[in-house]
């Protein structure tokens, strides 16, 4: 989250005065999106809106992990829009050769969505389950069901081995557990 947040602030907060002539604070959804398709090219356009939606991911796949499991998606898309919008405010108000766009805002926190459904909700369900049963599932041991033994049988085979009783108990098993599904 640290290493995220160093790109965020370097990506965003970094003055621009090249550009300080050109910027206008953006306050209509859509304006700045049909600015790109009107006025760059086709892959210009992708790379600003895609940068927008690629740089909102981060939220998506890391807060989930950090919030708790209640509510998790809204709490994920409330902090999302909160720290995009303190970064747009001082975006606009501090650095030179930026301003504050509303669509930047919608991009980023789609991207957080977009990541939490793709990846973050898997992700964090996992952690969540790892976190609270520090001992896997697999490692733990069902206790076996004791039968009576039958009296041996004597047909001039040898016994079975180990292995074989326990592969034929297997397949047994599995064969009452299908009969009971149905």
Not at 70 to 84: E, G, N, Q, S
Not at 102 to 110: E, F, G, K, Q, S
Not at 161 to 170: A, L
Request: charged letters at 25%; hydrophobic letters at 45%.
């Amino acid at each position: 989250m640290v290493g995220f947040s160093v790109v965020l602030a370097k990506v965003t907060l970094t003055p621009s005065p090249a550009s300080e002539d050109l910027v206008k604070s953006n306050l209509h959804p859509g304006r700045s999106l049909r600015q790109y398709a009107e006025d760059y090219t086709f892959l210009a356009a992708c790379k600003q809106a895609g940068g927008n939606l690629l740089l909102g991911m981060p939220f998506g796949i890391l807060l989930p992990i950090l919030v708790p499991r209640r509510l998790r998606m809204l709490r994920m898309f409330v902090l999302t829009v909160i720290v995009i919008v303190l970064v747009e405010l001082v975006q606009g108000a501090v650095v030179t050769g930026r301003a504050f766009d509303v669509d930047d805002v919608i991009l980023n926190t789609a991207g957080a969505l977009l990541a939490y459904l793709l990846v973050g909700r898997r992700l964090s369900h996992r952690y969540h389950v790892l976190a609270e049963d520090p001992e896997p599932v697999r490692t733990q041991a069902r206790p076996a069901a004791r039968r009576p033994k039958a009296p041996a049988r004597r047909t001039g085979r040898r016994p079975a081995s180990v292995w074989t009783r326990m592969r034929h108990g297997v397949r047994r098993t599995a064969a009452r557990g299908r009969s009971r599904k149905r």
